[in-house]
Every structure is written in C-alpha cells, then in structure tokens.
C-alpha cells in the first residue's frame, strides 16, 4: 500500500539515528526546523501519488508484491516503456520540485548486480535482496544511497591509501553476518528513510576485496552516525522568508555523511562481500540508469531556470528584445536536448538477464555530459536576462518594512501586467536559482551528482560506436579494404 506524505513523517518518528549538524548531537531530530524542508521534499514524493497530475505517471504495479508502489521508489525498470515513464515522470517532478528522489534505480542495480554474482559464484544474494525489495515495496519504506566513498588520495587505490582506509569495508564475518567499518559521504536524505544501502562506488582490484561490500541496515543500527549539514536554504520555520526564497522555505536535501563504527550487519541484509571483480558492474549499471534519469532530471532544472528567466523577462518588459528571446530559446533547445537523451537511451536499452531493462550507455552518458556542462552557463544567462539587480535588490524584511515598502512599491515597479510586489516576486525566484547559497548547491548538483562530466565521457568513449564511424570514413577514403 502506498503511504501519503503524513504516513511517512508518521513512520519516522520512530527513527532513533545518531545525528551531529552544525557541531552538535541533535535530538529529536524530527522536530529540528533544519530537517523540515527534506521530509517534505519526500513527504511530497508520498503525496504525488495521491494527485490527480502525477498518480499516472507516478504509480505503477509492481509484479514483485502484485501490488500498486511509487514508481520513483519501488518500480523495477523491466521494460522500455517502464525506462520511458520514468524519464517522463523525473523530468515533471524535477521541473517542480528540483528532485525525485530516484530511489527505484538503486533497486534495479542492485536487482542485477545480485543476480550476476549469484550467476558466477552460485551464492545467494538476489534472493536475499528480493526478499528486502518486496519487505521495502510492502511497507512503502524509503531507502537512501550511500554509494560515494571518500577515496582518499585519487590517484591511489583504498588499499593502498597512506593516512588510513577511507571507504566502507569488512573487518569482520562470522556465521551470524559481516561487521563493516569506515564512511560514505555526500549522501542526499541521509537521515530521512528508515533503511541505509551502502554499496561500492567504483571498480575494485584484488587488494581490495575488503571494500566488495553491499548491505542494508537500519537507519538508527547501532554504529550508524551521520554527520549532516543543512540544506541550503533560509530557515523554513520563519514565514517572513517564503516570499524571498519560494523553493529553499519548501523544499531542500539534507547531505550526510555516514560513519559506520562497527556495524554488524545480518546474512539478510548482505547482497555482495568480497566479489570485487563484480564490484565494477555497479558503476557500470549506475551510469546507464541513473545517468538516463540524470538527463531527465537536468531537463527539468533547465525548465526550472528558463521558466524562471521568461518571467523575469517579462515582469522587466524586456521579453520581445531579440536576444533575450534568443537565450531563452537556448535554454529550450538544452532542455529538449537534454531530455530527448534520456528518451533516447530508454529506447535504445537492452535487457539484462534478471529481468531488469538497462538503457543505452552512450547516449545515456553523452547526454549527461552535455546537460552537465551547461548548468553553470545556464545561471549566466538567468543574470544576463534578470539584469544586476537578482544580486543588489533590497531583502525581502524591507519588503515588510511599511517605510521601505512604500518606496519599494513606488520605485521598484516593471511591466504594467504585474504590481511592484509581482515583479518582486519573480525577482527573488530568480535570485534564488541565480544569486544565493541554493545557486552553488544547485549547480553543484548538475555537475557532480550522478558522476562528474568526465566520468560520464569515459562511458561515451567505450560506448560509442567508433569501429562503424570509420569504417565509413575509410570507405569514403578509400582506405584498406573498404572501398566504395
Ligand atoms: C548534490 C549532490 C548529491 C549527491 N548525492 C549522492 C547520493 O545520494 N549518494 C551518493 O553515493 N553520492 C552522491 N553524490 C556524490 C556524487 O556521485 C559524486 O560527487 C560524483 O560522483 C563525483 O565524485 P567525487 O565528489 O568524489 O569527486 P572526485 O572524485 O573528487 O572528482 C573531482 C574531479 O576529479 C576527477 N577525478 C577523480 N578521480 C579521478 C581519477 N582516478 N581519474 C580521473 N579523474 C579523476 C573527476 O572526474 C572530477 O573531475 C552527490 C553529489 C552531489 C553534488
């Protein structure tokens, strides 16, 4: 059964995680204004199934419990249509609420990574990682993500690390299960969901198997601590603060990082220990899946950032000028381009032996590389169609200043189709995205968030089809064989 937004917040209150924010231990967490705008960003993620707009596209059956589950959360991708939705369905939700949370992805690298261990060492982790998918898709649990290790030195491997073992590793295993030992870190809605996956980041060698480690634990398991900063947002207790950041006062993401001291995890919760030749299909897996969501999801931000420099245009009487007409159209092309990516790789995918459908690598990888080189020149145009004043305009407790409202409403006025307060309005928004502590995190989000760009290239490199492209060229040449 599918839980609304309340049902969840309900659901956590009997999370007891050790928490540190801002140099201290936070009790009673789910009280902490600093975590309100992350539970509702997932209390939305409920919600969304419940509106006639979304529950389409964001409810979906899923033959595992036979039962209706949130596609973002609990949907295995097992067809191309199931790839499309879901592209569909992150690029709304992105464009209106900066991120969906695409946990279901998770399920579908785990689902096939599981099954291919299983396949060459004949152990038993796919049927334990099902039966924890359909003990998630049941209770309509969230799960969050912590894949990111710290690495370390980059040019070293964990095993080889001079200052210590950055990265999540087994120390011990006895009949009962594996303890783990070390840290994940820039985990988004760590503290939010009631469940920890933990898996590896990047292909393993031999030296270090130790590090070849999937599991699941409780939030609150004994040894979990997250070290978390808040969103970036103003704090979205005060009401005085919703006109100046309309997005931050809703809506944000929690990061954490996650220390694992000693924590023993059972057989059931193990879906990968010491396999570290297979280690390499997660970020294989990832970056077709998630990277084709990434393209989905960058498209909506680029709706997010257009929409909001249309209108900003507007309210300044500046929306017929060529060239801003003719950046926003840029921003238009990006957002389709982008997006047509994420459709394109859902169409092209193939399917992996579990059951799982894995879109394309290199068109899922080229378009989230182009998407996410642009999102910084994409705040450069919002300025330069929003003009200076997103960065010098009074704030908004001037606004609220009877005094400076006065002159506000006299002086700051734009197009006659909007009040001084409307323009306002539109200012703020844009300076939200363009010009506050959400723009750095906002674009950080599209450059690093689902691998940086030159992780994404690497993927395009060895996906491309390069053989038949020169093989054309050296007909045309007339070159070797291949002559025409
Ligand atoms: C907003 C946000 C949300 C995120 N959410 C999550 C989450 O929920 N769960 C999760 O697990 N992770 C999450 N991440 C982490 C994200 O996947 C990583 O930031 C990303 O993969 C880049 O890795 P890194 O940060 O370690 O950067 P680094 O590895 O330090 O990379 C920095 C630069 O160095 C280059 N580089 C590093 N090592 C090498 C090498 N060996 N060879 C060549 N180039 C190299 C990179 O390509 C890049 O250009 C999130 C990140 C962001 C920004």
Known sequence: MIKNGAEYLEDMKRLRPSVYMMGRKVENYQDDPRFKSSFNLVAMNHDMCFIDDYKELAVAHEPLVDQEVRRFTHKLQRTREDAVLKAK??????????CGWCMSNSMCILWALTYDIDRKYGTEYHQRFKAFAEFLMKNDYDCFWAMMNPKGDRSLKLHEQKQGSPGVRIVKKDKKGIVVRGAKVSNSYATCSLYTFAVPCTALT???KDFAVAFAVPSDEKGVHFIVRPAPNRDSSDPGHDMENPIGSKIGIVEGTVIFDDVFVPWERVFMCGEWDLAQELPFFFSNIHRRSKCACLAGHTDLVCGAASLVADVNGTGRISHIREKITRLMIEAETAYGCALGAAMEGSMHPSGIYIPD???ANAGATYIKKLTGDQIQLLHDIAGGIICTMPVEADYRNPVTKEW?????FGNAKYTA????RALYLAQEIGSSKFTGYFIGWGVNAAGSPAACEIFV???YDLKTSVKVAKEWAKIGKEKK
């Open 361 to 363: 690598t290199a068109i």
């Open 206 to 208: 031999e030296g270090e």
């Open 421 to 424: 307060e409307e323009r306002l």
């Open 89 to 98: 369905l992150t690029r709304k939700v992105s464009r209106h609420h900066i």
């Open 461 to 463: 490199r060895n996906h």
């Open 408 to 412: 506000m409403d006299s002086y700051l």
